[in-house]
């Protein structure tokens, strides 16, 4: 448990440390909800990383190393993805709800899929987390995964105004966050 504690943890201190420093040079724009959203969810995870570190030992769902490490996969599989849409997004990315200057619709990469692969992928790393690590855990999946999905039903509405032709196709041939369920 404490070699997978360890890994899961790297691996989330890995991708706020790109998450932040990839923010450099997007395109100027305005977040609904703050400059600083991002730092407020980084906030959350960190918090309840160190909850388990110093507070709550020995709480995993299961001392089984099965369940360890299939919540290590999708710890890994949610970053990776969450990464590889914000590669793919490029310098259209902003804040969850943000409005960029000059817009593009990305549909490319992750994106053939699931319209917010980025929401879909941090859901998934936080309940692999959980499931490696404790029920805590689903604090943050309970408090988040509503946040990213009432964020997609917003950010949906703005598109839909942006690219009024583009964006109902998009819609009506992608997920809006688990590829061919939802």
Not at 15 to 29: D, E, P
Not at 47 to 57: C, D, F, S, T
Not at 157 to 168: D, H, S, V, W
């Amino acid at each position: 448990m404490r070699v997978v504690a360890t890994v899961i943890f790297v691996c989330w201190v890995v991708f706020w440390i790109y998450w932040v420093a990839a923010a450099v040079g997007v395109k100027q724009g305005r977040a609904r909800w703050g400059r600083f959203s991002c730092t407020r969810v980084a906030i959350v995870l960190i918090v309840l990383l160190l909850v388990h570190v110093k507070a709550i030992r020995g709480q995993a769902m299961a001392n089984d190393a099965w369940l360890e490490g299939i919540g290590l996969a999708m710890v890994v599989s949610g970053l990776v993805l969450a990464v590889w849409a914000r590669v793919y997004l490029g310098r259209n990315w902003g804040t969850p709800m943000s409005q960029k200057v000059d817009p593009e619709l990305v549909k490319a990469g992750p994106y053939k899929r699931v319209r917010h692969p980025i929401y879909s992928g941090i859901i998934l790393a936080m309940a692999g987390t959980a499931m490696a690590l404790g029920w805590y855990w689903l604090i943050a999946v309970g408090l988040l995964g509503p946040y990213f999905v009432y964020s997609a039903v917003m950010e949906e509405r703005y598109m839909t105004g942006l690219f009024p032709e583009a964006y109902p196709e998009y819609k009506r041939s992608t997920k809006m966050l688990v590829p061919f369920i939802f």
